[in-house]
């Protein structure tokens, strides 16, 4: 194993739920403590060591011009850039302004709109800087996060999941609640990493994790039509946590032209 890795947590437009999922490491962040030095981590302490890191972890999309300019600081004091979460990776639950006006929004709900500097869309991070490793999830899985910081401390290439949600049910022995209940559920087209949380209790999966690689988004759509689904209600399935993932975005879009 190599040197100790200086790291540093960043949040940006978020809820904070990420970052979190690093403090719920408890044990193992403690085993990872002679590995490491937090550095920089509002969350846990204001205890502050300037940089350069060796990794930062980054919670939150892009929102306002500020961010836009702080994100392009993170990735200079920054060896490596490990984007956490859905907001980071797609724009998060805030990224569905992106398909509204916001200047239509903010005078609606600000009281002194004046003093409100935004940015039209809700962005990733990697639309702004280069990053070395995108772990989705709203919130991330933890362990995915423990595995990533693992194989950086040992100098090899994290290995991030590359299946479907529905690989997880069929493991567990989780019945497709689609199939068998014709409920509507994302669990073909979204990355694993919940372990089927909500296939398990009978509900569809909402695409916490986002879209896997190559997903068939428009199959999915058919079979929703199918169930009698309407196209208001696919439009929203495709817009919850991952609304700016381009597949879930795309998709969405080509059900609004017939809405």
């Known amino acids: 194993m190599g040197k100790r890795l200086k790291v540093a947590v960043w949040k940006f437009a978020s809820c904070d739920g990420c970052q979190l999922s690093l403090l719920d490491l408890e044990d193992h962040l403690l085993a990872l403590a002679d590995h490491l030095d937090i550095a920089y981590f509002l969350e846990a302490s204001s205890a502050v060591t300037p940089g350069p890191y060796d990794l930062s972890l980054v919670e939150g999309s892009i929102t306002t011009p500020a961010d836009a300019k702080r994100i392009k600081r993170v990735r200079q004091l920054s060896k ?4 956490i979460g859905a907001c980071a990776t797609a724009g998060g639950i805030q990224a569905l302004r992106n398909f509204a006006d916001i200047k239509e929004y903010i005078p609606v709900v ?25 772990l989705p999830g709203c919130p991330i899985n933890k362990y995915q996060l423990l595995e990533a910081v693992k194989a950086l401390l040992h100098g090899r290439r994290p290995r991030p999941a590359s299946e479907s949600v529905c690989t997880t049910c069929k493991r567990q022995g989780i019945i497709c609640v689609l ?12 990355e694993t990493g919940c ?28 079979c929703f039509r199918r169930l009698g689904v309407a196209e208001a209600d696919i439009i929203r399935l495709f817009r919850t946590f991952n609304a700016g993932a381009e597949a879930f975005r795309q998709e969405s879009l080509a059900h609004e032209k017939n809405h």
């Open 80 to 83: 490596l850039v490990v984007a």
């Open 110 to 134: 600000y009281a002194h709109p004046e003093y409100i500097k935004t940015l039209d869309q809700s962005t990733p991070i990697a639309q702004h800087i280069k990053v070395d490793l995108e």
């Open 179 to 190: 199939v068998a209940e014709g409920v509507p559920c994302l669990g073909p087209v979204t």
């Open 195 to 222: 372990g089927a949380l909500c296939p398990a209790y009978h509900r569809g999966c909402y695409g916490c994790f986002g879209p896997k690689e190559n997903p068939n988004t428009s199959a999915l759509a058919a």
